[in-house]
Nanobody
Framework: HLVESGGALVQAGGSLRLSCKAPRMITSTFNSAIMAWYRQAPGNQRELVATITGGRNTNYVESVKGRFTISRDSSRKTIYLQMNSLKPEDTAVYYC????????WGQGTQVTVSS
């Protein structure tokens, strides 16, 4: 259902752009859904990082505000997460889903930030 990509190993202060495709979502459903990025660091629970509504209203967890930007492309049924000024504490597997986590989870994409 969901295919995440774009993760990599980067140095602190670097940038990455993650992508998440939802090819099996019906376009109208995707367009109206509140989509989200989550992350899970080793030993931690999955954390909601950012959300975006169909109207492109966004919200972020406090720790990424001003550094991360979530966006969406309805024609591609894809959401993005632009991550700037990365910190070692951003290291995690990043996942996308609806804001209620309703869809089957994808495999995620690993982001590792070295100090």
């Amino acid at each position: 259902h969901l295919v995440e990509s774009g993760g990599a190993l980067v140095q602190a202060g670097g940038s990455l752009r993650l992508s998440c495709k939802a090819p099996r979502m019906i376009t109208s459903t995707f367009n109206s859904a509140i989509m989200a990025w989550y992350r899970q660091a080793p030993g931690n629970q999955r954390e909601l990082v950012a959300t975006i509504t169909g109207g492109r209203n966004t919200n972020y967890v406090e720790s990424v505000k001003g550094r991360f930007t979530i966006s969406r492309d309805s024609s591609r049924k894809t959401i993005y997460l632009q991550m700037n000024s990365l910190k070692p504490e951003d290291t995690a597997v990043y996942y996308c889903n609806r804001d209620n986590g309703q869809l089957p989870w994808g495999q995620g994409t690993q982001v590792t930030v070295s100090s």
